[in-house]
């Protein structure tokens, strides 16, 4: 079974902040799949459902993103099996990438599940937020909710990031960071 695991931080106060586009996407492609996030185990928040056939897991931690890893030991994940959904600043914001294995790249969540895995050897698919304006701390900016003028860039977003889990479950990681990866580039160089 494959774990969707989508990092944000909980409660009202957190919801529609940038830091939580990884939940945003879970539940989105939870009601696309009719996946009920409704089983709970040890800080974490789960379904189980079926994406084009492959049996998956999808998960939000509740606890808060420095420790989101925790959650994961309860669930005996193994790293090949989880595919990460986060915000990443280093990336241009409405543009997703996607990752195979490495470093947390600062990003305190994934730096938890290394941690709490032992591993880095687990997909990321990365949600880009951009970067805070000068004068503007980082921690203000990915706490900080999107503006109305970006609400239409986070759907197409958080549509991207579905297609590319979907792309990685049925096609393999390899065909998705070759479709979204190159697409990046792309749109960079016109």
Not at 166 to 183: E, H, P, W, Y
Request: contains cysteine; neutral net charge; aromatic residues 6%.
């Amino acid at each position: 079974m494959k774990i969707l695991y989508g990092l944000g931080n909980p409660g009202k106060r957190y919801a529609l902040t940038r830091h939580n586009i990884g939940f945003m996407v879970v539940d989105r492609l939870c009601l696309k799949w009719g996946i009920s996030l409704t089983s709970e185990s040890a800080g974490v928040v789960y379904g189980k459902g079926q994406i084009d056939r492959v049996a998956v897991m999808a998960a939000k931690p509740y606890t808060y993103m420095n420790l989101c890893g925790t959650p994961l030991q309860s669930l005996h994940v193994r790293p090949e099996d989880l595919i990460v959904i986060h915000d990443d600043i280093d990336i241009e914001f409405g543009r997703i990438r996607i990752r195979q294995r490495g470093s947390a790249g600062g990003h305190r969540g994934v730096d938890s599940i290394i941690n709490a895995l032992e591993s880095e050897d687990f997909i990321r698919i990365r949600c880009g937020i951009g970067r805070p304006l000068q004068g503007c701390e980082t921690q203000d900016f990915v706490l900080g909710e999107f503006t109305k003028a970006e609400v239409a860039t986070v759907s197409s977003e958080l549509d991207s990031a579905i297609d590319a889990v979907s792309i990685c479950l049925g096609q393999g990681v390899d065909k998705a960071m070759n479709v979204f990866n190159r697409r990046h580039s792309n749109n960079n160089s016109t």
